[in-house]
């Protein structure tokens, strides 16, 4: 079975890194925040990105590189 690419905007948030674990088994997992990954997901493979999402260069650039089959978009200004 071939996994799908999940990108998880909000990633260090703690939604975005519980969802992150819990979808490992399923999906090849990417997070991107402008944090760094959380200390939840540390010893998971998860592939994170830093990066504001108002980088709109950066943005395309990681989206085009990873070629997601979803992307659920948890980030916010807290």
Same mark, same amino acid.
Do not use: E, W
């Given at each position: 079975? *071939?996994? /799908? ?24 997992? &990417?997070?991107?925040? $402008?944090?760094?990954?959380? &200390? &939840? ?5 998860? $592939? @994170? &990105? ?7 260069? /950066?943005?395309? $650039?990681?989206?085009?590189? *990873? ?5 659920? @978009? ?5």
């Amino acid at each position: 079975m *071939i996994k /799908k690419n999940l990108i998880i905007t909000g990633g260090s948030g703690y939604i975005g890194s519980a969802l992150a674990v819990v979808s490992i088994k399923n999906y090849n997992v &990417f997070t991107i925040d $402008k944090k760094t990954k959380n &200390f &939840f997901i540390r010893n998971q493979k998860i $592939k @994170h &990105f830093k990066c504001n999402l108002n980088n709109i260069k /950066k943005i395309k $650039k990681i989206i085009k590189s *990873i070629n997601p089959d979803v992307i659920v @978009h948890l980030a916010a200004q807290s």
